[in-house]
């Protein structure tokens, strides 16, 4: 099965800052990688699909990129709503999801 | 809009089975356009995929919970559910329901999620 590995866990950061996550799949995974949200006590929320397709309604400070079997996930600016957990998951073979980067106030 | 709500005992026996229902308003569950899933949360930790269905009753689980995960589907209801069998403290967690447009696709939509202890 494909292992999703994402770095750093926690990120601690300031609004304005630019932010970059990234997901390393243990096998090619193509493009076929999703960035989720979420809040505590709320369910995650879809962000990014395909890679670097930005969902509707999502700001387009959030973006995507990489092929095969690393990723990143970049806010350009850090608004106070974006302070959250974020998961990235395969959708290649079954789903697997990566262990989340937690980003906080710095 | 489509809205999804968990159901289902928040208190289980270990050895016992899981069950769980999703209740799928806005919406038709039949629609040729969505599968339906179940994921799940242990406290504090990440995200597990337990299994998909398509409203026909096609089933994708994920293999390391096979043996034990049963998904199906009430379109009379318009609601699907989870059984987990042989449940231990390991199978504490949130457990959401959610849609996709394929099974192995990105998921939409998520219900709100209910959790679930396995305990004596």
């Known amino acids: 099965d494909i292992q999703m590995t994402q770095s750093p866990s926690t990120l601690s950061a300031s609004v304005g800052d630019r932010v970059t996550i990234t997901c390393r799949a243990s096998?090619?995974?193509?493009?076929?990688l999703a960035w989720y949200q979420q809040k505590p006590g709320k369910a995650p929320k879809l962000l990014i699909y395909?890679?670097?397709s930005l969902e509707s309604g999502v700001p387009s400070r959030f973006s995507g990129s990489g092929s095969g079997t690393e990723f990143t996930l970049t806010i350009s600016s850090l608004q106070p709503d974006d302070f959250a957990t974020y998961y990235c998951?395969?959708?290649?073979?079954?789903?697997?999801f990566g262990g989340g980067t937690k980003v906080e106030i710095k | 809009q489509l809205q999804l709500q968990e159901s289902g005992p928040g208190l289980v026996k270990p050895s016992e089975t899981l069950s769980l229902t999703c209740t799928v308003s806005g919406g038709s569950i039949s629609s040729s356009s969505y599968y339906w899933g179940w994921i799940r949360q242990p406290p504090g930790k990440g995200l597990e995929w337990i299994g998909s269905?398509?409203?026909?009753?096609?089933?994708y689980y994920n293999p390391s919970l096979k043996s034990r995960v049963t998904i199906s589907v009430d379109t009379s209801k318009n609601q699907f559910s989870l059984k987990l069998s042989s449940v231990t403290a390991a199978d504490t967690a949130v457990y959401y329901c959610?849609?996709?447009?394929?099974?192995?696709?990105?998921?939409?939509?998520w219900g709100q999620g209910t959790l679930v202890t396995v305990s004596s």
């Open positions: 269905i398509y409203y026909s009753g096609s089933t």
């Open positions: 096998q090619s995974i193509s493009s076929w």
């Open positions: 959610a849609l996709g447009s394929g099974w192995n696709t990105p998921l939409d939509y």
């Open positions: 998951q395969q959708y290649n073979s079954y789903l697997t």
């Open positions: 395909k890679a670097s």
